[in-house]
């Protein structure tokens, strides 16, 4: 019904940038709230950032101050700005979006993942 496609991802130096992008398409009604999680290996999945369908943000500790999460809402697509990265931010990065597939019925979807590596 809707798939989430993210892009942006790959390896970069500490101190370094990246953007991450999820697209949505699919049956779309509307979509309320969007996430980013992510995996470290050998660690639970964790929630990076949050933004609801009106832009009002929360952030995990670990990166506020050099991650902004954000969203278009036209293009049905979330972003995440990542600077100053740290080796400690490496891994599998998840797009997570609540959507109105209809006027009655909100399902969650998650996309399939993308890497980010931080290393030297």
């Known amino acids: 019904q809707v798939q989430l496609v993210e892009s942006g991802g790959g390896l970069v130096q500490p101190g370094g940038s990246l953007r991450l992008s999820c697209a949505a398409s699919?049956?779309?009604?509307?979509?309320?709230?969007m996430g980013w999680y992510r995996q470290a290996p050998g660690k639970q999945r964790e929630l990076v950032a949050t933004?609801?369908?009106?832009?009002?943000?929360t952030y995990v500790d670990s990166v506020k101050g050099r991650f902004t999460i954000s969203r278009d809402n036209a293009k049905n697509t979330l972003y995440l700005q990542m600077n100053t990265l740290l080796p400690e931010d490496t891994a599998v990065y998840y797009c997570?979006?609540?959507?109105?597939?209809?006027?009655?019925?909100?399902?969650?979807?998650w996309g399939q993942g993308i890497q980010v590596t931080v290393s030297t």
């Open positions: 997570n979006a609540n959507v109105g597939v209809n006027y009655y019925r909100t399902l969650e979807f």
């Open positions: 699919g049956t779309i009604f509307r979509i309320y709230g």
């Open positions: 933004i609801t369908s009106d832009s009002r943000t």
